[in-house]
């Protein structure tokens, strides 16, 4: 399946009804890609959670033990490349040593980023180079290979996750070079994209998800990324304060007795 998408960051961009759980959750989720919020729980021979996307992207564990955090090398590379358009600006998931052989390998494999010329000048990447005179405007396009989804429980909060880091290195693109880089399209493939036979039917099931959506209008069926972010903040109010309880040994997903969740202090970077 590939799937693309023109504007990723367009709005409105949330699916009332795509997601598995609430709008708490997907900030969470977005949390866990972007700054690693979970990363201490990755335990790669146990049940759950042999990775994180974080870890593989930004602490890549290669053959001779040395951590690698690919988007920031990338950034750097097209920053300060002499062909800021190539095509060898990615990054990978895989551990070809581990992962055959763990109980949940990661389903992302590839991503791949590539810096285009803005307009209607794009398709023209040397105008890009060095030697010639750069556009106002740049786009960064990315795309995303997947080896296994689940299209039902996954995707959505998949790509919401992934858009933001393609919105990252855009911004942080942007900021080096002096230039304004936008977010370009956003392609998605995926070798199995599934929906699991126990999750057709009955109480939160495909079924009644599809039937849910007859009749309704775009405005039914979405939430603005505004409309969204009380809830988004809230939800670092609250995981801030249960990783505080985690590192007062008071176990997982619970908060400090006492703590104001309203007002519980959090990480400035997870605003942007």
Known sequence: MQILVEEPLAEPRL????MPAGLEELEI??????AGVHDHWIDRKGDQWNYTYHERLRSYEGQDGKRVDQIEEM??????????????????TWMPGI???IVDPPCLQRLHFRVLPAGDTAGAPSQLSTHNS???RWKLNMSADW???????AWFMNAFALTDVQRFVAQEISARKGVKVEVGRYVDRCDSLHIYGKDLEGVGGFAGFLESLRGKSLEDLTWTTEFAQP????????????????RQGLGKGVVPPGADLANFPYPEEWDE
Not at 75 to 92: N, Y
Not at 231 to 246: G, N, P, S, T, V
Request: hydrophobic share 40%; aromatic share 10%; glycine share 2%.
């Open 231 to 246: 809830m988004f903040i809230e939800a670092r109010h609250r995981l801030a304060a249960q990783l505080e309880a985690e």
């Open 134 to 136: 750069q556009p106002d």
């Open 99 to 101: 992962d055959p052989h």
């Open 29 to 34: 989720y977005r949390l866990e890609v972007m």
């Open 147 to 153: 080896r296994s989804r689940d299209a039902y429980k």
């Open 15 to 18: 699916h009332r009804r795509a």
């Open 75 to 92: 950034i750097d590379l097209i920053c300060t490349s002499e062909f800021p358009f190539g095509r060898r600006f990615q990054a990978i």
